[in-house]
C-alpha cells in the first residue's frame, strides 16, 4: 500500500513513476470508499487522479503555488497534502471541507466554491510573486467546464500579456456537469483531434504558450509535460485530455449523472434508500409546467447557466425541449442578459439558477434587466438557510441582493399551488422582470386554488385573523408561522393574525396601517439574512409609529457546514424560540 505512506508530497516525489499508476488505483479505492458512503463530487475528482499526483510529484507545494479551479476536483489534491485519513477513514470524513480551504492546510491558497476563477486568483499570485521578487511555480488548474465562465475568459486573455512565469493546467474532460456548451468546445475538440496541432488555437489566439497531452490519465506523460513547463519564464496552457470518473465505471457511462451525488451504491449506482426523496419536488415540477408551456407557445424559452437539473432539466427534457431550451455554461451573467434580450423581442424567457450562483449576477440585473425592464423570470433556487451548507455555497443572500433592485417583482410561494400560479403568472405578464423564490421546505400542497393573477402588486394575504401580534411568515417560513400561531394559541391563549407577504420587494402599505389598529407587535420570518432582508422594510416602515417589530432571520455572517438544528437555535429561529421572543415583546 502506497497510499498508507503518503502525508505529504515529500512522499509523492519518493514513489518511482511505475509506483504511480499503482497510487491511483488506491487513490481511486479511497474516494470511492467515502463517496459511496459520504457523497459529493464523484466524476470530476475520479478523471483527476493522475494529473493530480503528477502536479505534486512536478511541483513543490506550498512554495509552488497550486490553484484548483472550482475546487471540487481537490479530494486528491487534499489526500496528498496530509488530509488522507478525511478520505480513508469514516470517522474523519467531515474533517475536511469538499472544497479548497487554507484553514485545512498550506497546501490550499483560497476558498473556492464558485467556478471560473483559478486563473484570476493565480494571476494575482504571480503578480505579487514578481512585485516581491519571488521565484516561485504558479499554477492554475481549470476545467470540468469553467473555461465558459466570463471570469476564466478574463484571466486568459490578462495572463496572455505575462511575460513571467505562469502555468495554466487545462483538464479537458469534455463535459461540464452536463455536457458542455460553446463555440469553445469546438476548439478543444479540434485540438484533441489534431493532437493539439490545428492551426485554430484558441490559447494560441490569446498569446499564451500551448503544450496538448494526449493521454491526461497517464501520470507519466502528464510528468513529462509538467517538467517541460517547470519553471517557465513565459505564460503557457498545459492542456490535458482526460475522462471524467476515470475508473469508475458507472461514473464514466454516466457522466451527468455522477457528477456530485447523495451517498450510492457501489455496485449499482443506486442512491441509497434513505437518501431517496419520495414525493413530488419543485426541480421535476419546473420541467413538467415548462414543457407544457413549451408545446403551447414556441416563444417560451428555458435557460440554465450549466446547471440543467436545477429546473429538472434532464437528458429526456432537454431533448423534448430542443431549441426551447438553453445551456449557456457557467455564464450567468450572459443568462441573465440574454435573458433581458429575449424578453425584449417578445419571447418569454425563463432562468432557472440556484441561490449561491445568482449572487455573480447583480450587475446584469441591476444594468441589462431591471433598467430595460424587460419582462423575463428568474427561478431561485436553494434559497434558504438549511440548503447546502459549505460557506462557498450558502442560500443567505438573494433577498437583499435581488429584492432591492428597482423595477424587479420578487415573489416567494408558499405552496406548491402558489408557485405555480405566481410562474404561469409571470410567463404570461408583460409589465417588468419578475424573480420567484422557489420555496425550500418541499413542494408542500395545500390543495387551494389560487388565482393566476398578482397583477396588484404588494398585495399580502391574510390567512389568519387575529389581533395584538401579526406574523408575516415569508415564503419557506410560512409553514413555520403557522406552528409559531398554533403554539401562542394553545398555549398561551393568544389568537396572532398570520400573513402571507408573497411579494419580498415591497409593502402592503394598508395592510400594514391597518394593523395598527390593533396589533402592538409585527413579527416577520425570513429564511435567509436579515440585513437588507424584507424584515427590515417592515421594520423600517413601523419605525416612527409604536408598532413594535420583531425580525427573525440569520445573522449576517459566513456559516460554514453547521448543524442545521444547532444554527437554527443559535439564530433562535425554532419555534418555540420564537414564541418566547413574542412573549417577551409584546
Known sequence: MYLEQINSPADVKRLNIEQLPVLADEVRTALLEKLSQHGGHIGPNFGMVEATIALHYVFNSPEDKLVFDVSHQTYVHKMLTGRREAFTSAEHYDDVSGYSEPAESQHDHFIIGHTSTSISLALGLAKGR????????????????????????????????????????????????????????????QLRESKGTCSCNLFKAMGLDYLYVEEGNDPAAVIEAL?????TGHPIVVHI?????????????????FHWGLPFDKETGETRPEY???????????AKILLKEMQ???????????????????????RAAGRQFIDVGIAEETAVAMASGIAKRGAHPVFGVYSTFVQRTYDQLSQDLCINNNPATLLVYVGTLTGMNDVTHLGFFDIPLIANIPNMIYLAPTSKEEFIAMLHWSLHQTACPVSIRVPANGAISTNQKIEYDFNEINKYQVTRHGQKVAILGLGSFYQLGECVCDILKKEHG?????????????LDIN??????????LVVTLEDGVLDGGFGEKIARYYGTTSVRTLCKGASKAFADRYDYDEFLSANRLKAEQIVEDILANC
Open 130 to 189: 514578481d512585485l516581491r521578487g519571488g521565484n516561485e511555480n504558479i499554477v492554475a488548474i481549470i476545467g470540468d467546464g469553467s473555461l465558459s465562465g466570463g471570469e476564466a475568459l478574463e484571466g486568459l486573455n490578462v495572463a496572455g500579456e505575462l511575460s513571467t512565469n505562469f502555468i495554466i493546467v487545462v483538464n479537458d474532460n469534455q463535459m461540464s456537469i452536463a455536457e458542455n456548451h460553446g463555440g469553445m468546445y469546438r476548439n478543444l475538440l
Open 227 to 231: 517538467q517541460k513547463v517547470k519553471d
Open 241 to 257: 485530455n482526460t475522462l471524467k470518473g476515470k475508473g469508475f465505471q458507472l461514473a464514466e457511462q454516466e457522466k451527468e449523472r
Open 276 to 286: 431517496v426523496h419520495a414525493g413530488e419536488d419543485y426541480h421535476s415540477l419546473t
Open 296 to 318: 403551447n407557445d414556441p416563444s417560451v424559452v428555458a435557460i440554465t447557466a450549466g446547471t440543467p437539473a436545477v429546473m429538472g432539466f434532464g437528458p429526456e427534457q432537454r
Open 494 to 506: 393568544l389568537e396572532a393574525t398570520l400573513i402571507n407577504p408573497r411579494f419580498i420587494t415591497g
Open 511 to 520: 395592510l400594514l396601517d391597518n394593523l395598527k389598529d390593533n396589533h402592538n
